[in-house]
């Protein structure tokens, strides 16, 4: 079977997430053809007023490889798709938040996020028989998306941090 894992970070970003996605991609890769996409793969060094942005507009640059027996896709942006996600940047500017409110911030910037990141996952999935994301918000959402669009099955693992809601 083919499988498509998705997730914000990779290794050798450090985290428990993200260790988790690379156990699950190695223990899947024994029997199945796996392969992982992810948008970022090292520390955010960001300022924590933009922080946010280190996984979208700021995500830094990478190549697609190989983590032994498993196919790594970078979806970090080009510069121009850069760019088109400069709205994004709209959600860190000061007292902004508090004015407008964040759902409606995070509201629209996904269609931003979705219009670059769509294109780039559903060229990835091809092949693929089902797609299991462990990413939530922007990049969970349009990795629904593609699957649905391609009509490949869905599956989401969540994860919560201690203090989130």
């Not at 199945?32 to 995500?59: G, T």
């Not at 994004?88 to 670059?116: D, H, K, M, N, Q």
């Not at 999935?125 to 939530?136: K, N």
Request: with cysteine; net charge positive; charged share 15%.
């Amino acid at each position: 079977m083919n499988l498509f894992l998705v997730a914000q970070n990779y290794h050798p970003f450090v985290g428990g997430v993200e260790t988790h996605v690379r156990q699950v991609a190695w223990a899947l890769s024994a029997r199945h053809e796996v392969s992982v996409a992810a948008v970022n793969f090292s520390a955010n060094r960001l300022p924590a007023r933009v922080a946010m942005l280190h996984n979208s507009v700021l995500a830094p640059a990478h190549h697609d490889h190989r983590d032994g027996p498993v196919a790594i896709h970078a979806l970090n942006p080009s510069p121009l798709e850069r760019v088109r996600l400069a709205p994004i940047a709209i959600r860190v500017l000061p007292g902004l938040t508090r004015l407008a409110g964040y759902f409606a911030l995070e509201r629209f910037g996904f269609p931003w996020y979705r219009s670059v990141y769509l294109p780039r996952l559903r060229k990835r999935m091809r092949g693929v028989e089902v797609v299991h994301s462990l990413a939530g918000g922007y990049l969970g959402w349009t990795a629904l998306s593609a699957a649905r669009r391609a009509g490949i099955p869905f599956v989401c693992t969540p994860f919560v941090h201690p203090r989130q809601w």
